[in-house]
Structures are given as structure tokens and as C-alpha cells.
Nanobody, 124 residues
């Protein structure tokens, strides 16, 4: 079956960096878009950024632009979210997702497969 498994979350202080990983398996994702979303407690799930499996098509939410970088490692079938200069408002559960490139890249409904999420907590 298709699986997306996130890892790398944890408790960090403001200003720290984290790199989240999402390992993909179960099918080829050639031609797919890989996205990162996050959800703070009591909040809706929001878009962080996305990348095509090929490594192009980078797109970031304004709220994180300049502080995050998404990349892929096709050999490892893994997508990464590098986050720098973390702020308390970055706290939340981070999810990776995969969807067809014809979908809405900034909305949850644009993605077909989802990981279980990994918690990121940024303290002041």
C-alpha cells in the first residue's frame, strides 16, 4: 500500500532549525506533487510548501517563505522540509502529502495520500 511516513519533529527553541523527512513507498510518485502542511491545535490544516517529485515546481506559503526549503531525494524516495529560524507560531503537526500535479497545490483536497504527521513544538 501507499505510505508516507514523516519523521524529524521535536521540541526546539525559537531560532533553531529542524529538517523533517517524509519517506514515500508503495508506488512511484513520478508526475506527482509532494506537499507539506501543518496544523496547530484547534486550527485548520494549512499549506507550507510543495515540490514536484522531479525536484522542480517549488512553491512556498508566504508565512514561511525565506525560512524553509523543500527538496527531494529520488534515490531514497524521500522529501525533506528544512526549517530555519523557527518561531513559536511554527508549532504544529506537520504532514506530508502527495497529489496529482493537476490538483490544487495549496489545499488539502488537492492531495490524495497523507502521512501520519510529526509534531514540531517551538518554545519561546
Amino acid at each position: 500500500q501507499v505510505q508516507l511516513i514523516e519523521s524529524g519533529g521535536g521540541l526546539v527553541q525559537a531560532g533553531d532549525s529542524l529538517r523533517l523527512s517524509c519517506a514515500a513507498s508503495g508506488r512511484t510518485f513520478i508526475g506527482y506533487r509532494l506537499g507539506w502542511f501543518r496544523q496547530a491545535p484547534g486550527k485548520v490544516r494549512t499549506f507550507v510548501g510543495s515540490i514536484n517529485w522531479s525536484g522542480n515546481g517549488l512553491y512556498y506559503a508566504d508565512s514561511v517563505k525565506g525560512r524553509v526549503s523543500i527538496s527531494t531525494d529520488n534515490a531514497k524516495k524521500t522529501i525533506y522540509l528544512q526549517m530555519n529560524s523557527l518561531k513559536p507560531e511554527d508549532t504544529g503537526v506537520y504532514y506530508c502529502a502527495a497529489g496529482q500535479r493537476s490538483g490544487d497545490r495549496m489545499e488539502s483536497h488537492g492531495y490524495d495520500y497523507w502521512g501520519q504527521g510529526t509534531q514540531v513544538t517551538v518554545s519561546s
